[in-house]
């Protein structure tokens, strides 16, 4: 698929072209596995997967792009077909360097709607592979979450849920893989930065519940400590930081550890 030296070159570019990009393809990739997984996919359907999601906007680094100015709502912007143009960029570069037919229409395909309106090939429904699909999912949904990744404001948690149930479900997004999704949202999933055996700093999803905090300490998306290691999380200190706590949940491993 790619090997591991390419990889890591790949990622460090995308974090030096700008950290937010780089950061949110990380993101990306562990939620398109975890909804992989909760599908039943096979090992190398997760494995691909995750690859894909690592470098699905590895297009942008042939753009002149300032991201602090694109909005997240691409229709509006002055300069769509410039944007519209990474998926493809995305492919040729990749093309280049990986002969994984399946990563590349990956890459290609992110951004197709489900009802036939997105970019680049206005494919429509099963036409536009599984993992595709997936990949539309897990990138909108962590685009709305962080927000400054496109210079806006993060959204509520309970309003991104509303939006994916009654406005993009069917639209935008396979209903079906927005049903799974939220499900999966609703275990409580944050991100878990290991310390050792991690040299291109990769997250892994875990899933909080009642108890106390083993892995770390709960940080947002800046490094704030939310919830320190060993504390006792209770079921409404969960809720509350799923429902109402804007942008993505870290947990760090203490420097002291």
Do not use: W
């Amino acid at each position: 698929m790619i090997n591991s030296g390419l990889l890591e070159i790949l990622l460090l570019a995308q974090h030096k072209a700008d950290v937010k990009l780089g950061l949110h393809c990380k993101r990306v990739a562990c939620y398109a596995f975890e909804l992989a997984k909760a599908l039943n996919q096979s090992s190398e359907f997760k494995k691909r997967i995750f690859l894909s999601g690592l470098v699905h906007d590895i297009g942008f680094l042939k753009l002149d792009i300032d991201f602090a100015k694109i909005s997240h709502d691409m229709t509006l912007h002055t300069d769509v077909d410039l944007i519209q143009r990474h998926v493809i960029e995305g492919e040729k570069l990749l093309s280049k360097v990986i002969t994984d037919v399946e990563i590349l229409e990956i890459v290609r395909h992110h951004h197709e709607k489900f009802n036939g309106e997105g970019y680049p090939d206005k494919l429509k429904g099963e036409e536009i592979s599984l993992a595709s699909r997936i990949m539309a999912v897990v990138d909108l949904y962590d685009a709305m979450m962080i927000g400054e990744m496109f210079g806006e404001e993060r959204s509520i948690p309970q309003d991104i849920i509303h939006y994916f149930s009654y406005t993009a479900s069917g639209a935008e997004l396979d209903p079906e893989l927005v049903k799974t999704f939220l499900g999966l949202l609703q275990r409580n999933p944050v991100f878990y930065l290991p310390v050792e055996n991690n040299d291109m700093n990769l997250y892994k999803i875990v899933y909080l519940s009642p108890g106390k905090l083993e892995e770390g300490d709960l940080c947002d998306q800046y490094g704030t400590v939310l919830v320190k290691q060993g504390a006792e999380l209770t079921q409404h200190t969960l809720d509350n930081i799923r429902s109402t706590y804007p942008g993505q949940k870290i947990i760090y491993v203490p420097e002291s550890s």
